[in-house]
């Protein structure tokens, strides 16, 4: 198929040649211009193949779902930190607490269960807001979405997954240092 047109005044014609093959896509190219330069010596041919063409066009899309995807693993990490640091603090401030619990009988693993149970809650709230803004604010980011749908359920069900793993990472760490606290260290605290 060949298109060709008139640029401006100077009666510049460019021509744009497309060929389907399956032959390399250099040996085309090598005689394309071959074939050109036959016709006449001083024509130009710039060779694309359509794949090259493609990467071109959405060079910035690429670019913006590489930033995205930069900057949301940077929030998760974020996320993650600010989660440890939370319940860490917490359990060096209930230390005399939890030490009471352990000497009145609670087993480590209830002590677990106990840090890792409100470092739950704490992601919980914070991901209930999130889904509630997002839901809100859905129709503004549909620009940005190309696959899926603004309130895709398997989006959001995997982004909370996620959420989930690193806040059970982000707190487990916590926990662990909770559930071996040992009762006479503790007592000798306060």
Known sequence: MCRGNKVGNSGIKSVTLYVRTTAPSASIARQIREEAAQLDKNVFVD???????????????????????????????????????????????????I?????????????????????????????????????????VIAALLFGITTRDAATFACAVSIMAVVALLATLLPARRAARIDPMNALRKE
């Not at 352990?102 to 739950?120: C, H, K, Q, S």
């Open 47 to 97: 060779v694309e193949t359509l794949k090259s063409h493609v990467d071109g066009s959405i060079t910035r899309e690429r670019l913006l779902a590489l930033l995205s995807g930069f900057l949301g693993t940077l929030s998760l990490l974020l996320v993650a930190i600010g989660l440890y640091g939370v319940m860490a603090y917490s359990v060096t401030r209930r230390t005399v607490e």
């Open 99 to 139: 030490g009471i619990r352990i000497a009145l009988g609670a087993r480590p693993i209830d002590v677990l269960w106990m840090v890792l149970r409100e470092g739950f809650l704490l992601v919980l709230a914070g991901v209930a807001i999130g889904l509630v803004v997002v839901w809100i604010s859905s129709s």
